[in-house]
């Protein structure tokens, strides 16, 4: 009996628990505001989604009309960095993006975007691109 708890302790030793601190979990995309002409574009019935685990992210559009995005990121105090981006592709391999376009419906105007946390907190996240205000609510 004291060896199967232990081997559940172990075996729960390597699990990452989300915290209010880490980004963790399933975020809809609800409004991209334009910091420049101050418009707001309400998403919050479009179906855009990011898929945030560990240090991967997966950018998808559950209605289809784009395809998923896949890309590593990098959280250093309140800024995110992601790395190199990728069209989700498992049956033939995910495909580099070389064009930026294809991330504009995710709400990233960048090959390697950066950007501020400005609110992360009862379900909810802001993120600021720069030109960009990009809300989200947690599921």
């Known amino acids: 009996m004291i060896m199967a708890v232990v081997a559940v302790f172990c075996a729960c030793d390597n699990v990452e628990y989300a915290t209010e601190s880490h980004l963790y979990g399933f975020w809809h995309l609800v409004s991209v505001d334009t910091l420049e002409t101050q418009r707001s574009a309400d998403m919050s019935q479009k179906r855009i989604f990011w898929s945030v685990e560990s240090n991967l992210v997966e950018l998808c ?45 995710y709400g990233l105007s960048s090959l390697q975007p950066q950007m501020k946390i400005e609110k992360h907190a009862s379900g909810k996240l802001v993120l600021n691109t720069g030109s960009l205000i990009l809300k989200f609510r947690k599921l």
């Open 61 to 105: 559009d559950r209605d289809g009309v784009y395809p998923s995005v896949i890309c590593e990121f990098e959280r250093v105090g309140d800024s995110l960095r992601f790395s190199t981006l990728f069209f989700s592709n498992r049956n033939e391999g995910d495909v580099l993006i070389e064009d930026v376009e294809a991330l504009k419906p």
